[in-house]
């Protein structure tokens, strides 16, 4: 079956340290996309990708860092420069084509926290 | 700019009805609806997309309004399994990067026997 996949589905981070969280999806789709949720909010996006190669800046890219170097993998990676990381981090995908009737495929998420 | 919730949250009995509404100051394309349980990944409803239609899934409905970019979603007969975090996400008209969602804060939906 498709999907996306998250890994790890939990992981703690020192101070200090950088972190990448995977993010692989098998259904084919163009746009991905990286969103936080911190609890009792909504999700906020962190930065998100069309193509291969290209990626943007979201609301809150401060202290992320992504890559898309094929269509299949966008990993986000946290860096000791995101102050407060802890958080649940959802990697979603989608074929951002006009007037479809599908909406965003989610992976489970990634909890982060700092110790 | 996020879209608005409303209510923040809504407490019914099985069987009871609820509306939960989105509104947007921005000019919309479409409106997204997701049902998200509590440590999971959120889950898609329903897309609207501009033309004010009215679609259905199961019981739950939803309306969008382009005029007044305002999406109201409708839980009928709730069941206990409609418990949740609903989420609206929304689209906005115009530019290149189509596909990108802009999130309310969410509702949270309890239902009781």
């Known amino acids: 079956d498709g999907g996306i996949t998250q890994s790890p589905k939990y992981l703690f981070r020192k101070e200090g340290q950088n972190v990448t969280l995977s993010c692989e999806q098998n259904?084919?789709?163009?746009?991905m996309y990286w969103y936080r949720q911190d609890p009792g909010q909504g999700l906020r996006l962190i930065y998100y990708?069309?193509?291969?190669?290209?990626?943007q800046k979201g609301d809150i890219a401060e202290g992320y860092s992504v890559s898309r170097e094929k269509k299949e993998s966008f990993p986000l990676t946290v860096t000791s420069a995101q102050k407060n990381p802890t958080a649940f981090y959802l990697c979603?995908?989608?074929?951002?084509?006009?007037?479809?009737?599908?909406?965003?495929?989610f992976g489970s998420g990634t909890r982060l926290t700092v110790v | 700019q996020q879209p608005v919730q409303s209510p923040q949250a809504v407490i019914l009995r099985e069987g009871e009805d609820a509306v939960i509404n989105c509104s947007s100051s921005?000019?919309?394309?479409?409106v997204h609806w997701y049902r998200q349980k509590h440590g999971e990944a959120p889950v898609f409803l329903m897309i609207?997309?501009?033309?004010?239609e009215q679609k259905g899934h199961e019981k739950i409905s939803a309306s969008f309004n382009e005029k007044k970019q305002q999406s109201s979603l409708y839980l009928t007969a709730s069941q206990l399994s409609y418990s949740g975090t609903y989420f609206c996400?929304?689209?906005?008209?115009?530019?290149?990067?189509?596909?990108?969602?802009?999130f309310g804060q969410g509702t949270i939906l309890t239902v009781h026997p």
């Open positions: 996400g929304t689209e906005q008209s115009g530019g290149t990067s189509y596909g990108k969602l802009t």
């Open positions: 259904l084919n789709h163009d746009a």
């Open positions: 990708s069309q193509i291969v190669n290209d990626f």
């Open positions: 609207l997309l501009k033309g004010g």
């Open positions: 979603a995908s989608r074929n951002p084509i006009r007037d479809a009737v599908y909406g965003y495929t």
């Open positions: 921005k000019a919309l394309y479409s």
